[in-house]
């Protein structure tokens, strides 16, 4: 079942799988008290759509086992902000005069990574994505670990073949912030980039996105971070083709 978040119970049971996700897993860190509950949060969820897909066969409150935070350009509040604006400067989206949404927090459980999930995700994006007459979708998408080295035929592959149209093309600031183009285009490896490319970012290019300029180390969450920069019309079409492509198999 695939849904907005509408209770407590439901906003916790997505913070718990992000906890599971983005802590256990991956190394990311989380404050104390969240620590103590095996919650992944901060100050930012208050103002999202929390998108869930959950499986009614488990237990109540551990039935969420995928999710995306959004957060409409419409929905800002005075003093509130882009998750996202604490790593790139997102002025030129702000100000493109179209409708947006920032996609966070992206995660599945281990045990439901089969593809089917993620197209279940991406189902309930497509219809967010149409009921809001939303155009651009941006966010944070990340590589492992905070060591550009190991990574660096994957971010100049996207610097030099993804980089975003110049007029939606966001760039990192920063003391975190570092180039992505480590590698010239002539010595960046095409299939070693394909491999340190985290398969999630390399779905979205596959669905029209495009990256801005630079990245973001993020020590806290042992990641280093793009951003991700998405006309959702064009997102929208590419993935039904997937979709039907894919049931009629």
């Given amino acids: 079942m695939i849904k907005l978040a509408e209770t407590t119970d439901e906003l916790y049971a997505a913070q718990r799988l992000r906890y599971r996700v983005f802590v256990q897993e991956l190394g990311g860190s989380t404050d104390s008290v969240s620590a103590e509950k095996g919650l992944e949060r ?7 759509d929390h ?6 066969t488990l237990p109540k409150g551990d039935d969420v086992i995928g999710v995306y935070r959004l957060l409409r350009g419409d929905m800002l509040v005075q003093g509130a902000r882009f998750y996202t604006a604490s790593e790139f400067c997102l002025d030129k989206i702000r100000n493109c005069g179209r409708n947006t949404v920032e ?3 992206s995660c599945v459980d281990k045990r439901y990574r089969n ?3 993620m197209h279940l995700l991406w189902q309930g994006l497509a219809d ?9 979708l941006f966010g944070v998408a990340s ?20 980089r975003a149209p110049d007029e939606l093309r966001v760039s990192a600031h920063g003391t975190n912030a570092i180039a992505m183009d480590i590698l010239p285009e002539k010595k960046t490896d095409h299939t070693a980039a394909l491999k340190q490319i985290p ?20 020590y806290e969450f042992n990641t280093i971070d793009v951003c991700l920069v998405m006309d959702t019309v064009r997102m929208v079409h590419k993935y039904k083709d997937i979709y039907q492509r894919d049931s009629a198999a």
């Fill in 115 to 117: 593809g089917a999930a």
């Fill in 128 to 136: 967010y994505v149409s009921l809001h007459g939303i155009e651009i």
């Fill in 199 to 218: 398969p999630l970012i390399k779905a979205y290019m596959r669905l029209g996105g495009t990256v801005g300029d630079g990245a973001f180390v993020d």
């Fill in 51 to 56: 998108l869930i897909l959950q499986d009614k």
């Fill in 103 to 105: 996609l966070g927090r």
């Fill in 42 to 48: 901060d100050e930012y969820d208050t103002y999202f």
């Fill in 143 to 162: 590589f492992h670990g905070t060591d550009p080295t190991t990574v660096s035929h994957g971010l100049s592959f996207l610097h030099h073949n993804y």
